[in-house]
Antibody, heavy 125, light 107 residues
């Protein structure tokens, strides 16, 4: 069974830093793209970042580029998100999600096929 | 960025009703469209990928269709456990974006 367990959230002042972690189990972690998706309180879902299986390529939402860094440790089956220069609008529940690629005639369609329960980040003074 | 617009934003329906949710993309996304269900206080769950491929373990009363810019999620006979919020999501181009959600409530 795929399991994703996030940790590291908390209350931080504007301009502060946090490091989120996601411990993965039940699948071959090093074979999958992994992602962070966030959800502000009472709001919709927002893709934040993802990283390729070897960690060689990373992608970010424009509003977090230069402030957030995604990384992974395949030897420990762990995904990380280093968040610096945090702002009030970063307040959200942060989900770790596995990205699967469905092969169809048109190509490979990425989807978020497994999710953790999330870790809450609150940025407030 | 590709904007995803769902309609309606919310609906009230009864058990056994047929429910249809529409998702429109601001540009052609072919079939790079996924649907998720989120129950209150829970993480999202993937229902359908690539517009119409039902995820394993998802009941067959759920179906998806569409391509290009217009997509639909249909629940053929609403069950009590289906009362939730549904999101569409495009993975055609970065940033991957979601619709604002459709809340399905009990009438």
């Amino acid at each position: 069974e795929v399991q994703l367990l996030e940790s590291g959230g908390g209350l931080v002042q504007p301009g502060g830093s946090l490091r989120l972690s996601c411990a993965a189990s039940g699948f071959s972690f090093s074979s999958f793209v992994m992602s962070w998706v966030r959800q502000a309180p009472g709001k919709g879902l927002e893709w934040v970042s993802h990283i390729t299986p070897t960690g060689g390529s990373t992608y970010y939402l424009d509003s977090v580029k230069g402030r957030f860094t995604i990384s992974r440790d395949n030897s420990k089956n762990t995904l990380h998100l280093q968040m610096n220069s945090l702002r009030a609008d970063d307040t959200a529940l942060y989900y770790c999600a596995r990205v699967d690629l469905l092969v169809v005639v048109a190509g490979k369609v990425p989807d978020f096929d497994s999710w953790g329960q999330g870790t809450l980040v609150t940025v407030s003074s | 960025d590709i904007q995803m617009t769902q309609s309606p934003s919310s609906l009230s329906a009864s058990v056994g009703d047929r429910v249809t949710i529409t998702c429109r993309a601001s540009q052609n996304i072919r079939t790079y469209l996924n649907w998720y269900q989120q129950r209150p206080g829970k993480a999202p769950k993937l229902l359908i990928s690539a517009a119409s491929s039902l995820q394993g373990g998802v009941p067959s009363r759920f179906s998806g269709s569409g391509s290009g810019t217009e997509f639909t999620l249909t629940i053929s006979s609403l069950q009590p456990e289906d009362f939730a919020t549904y999101f569409c999501q495009q993975s055609y181009t970065l940033p991957w974006t979601f619709g604002q959600g459709t809340q399905v409530e009990i009438k």
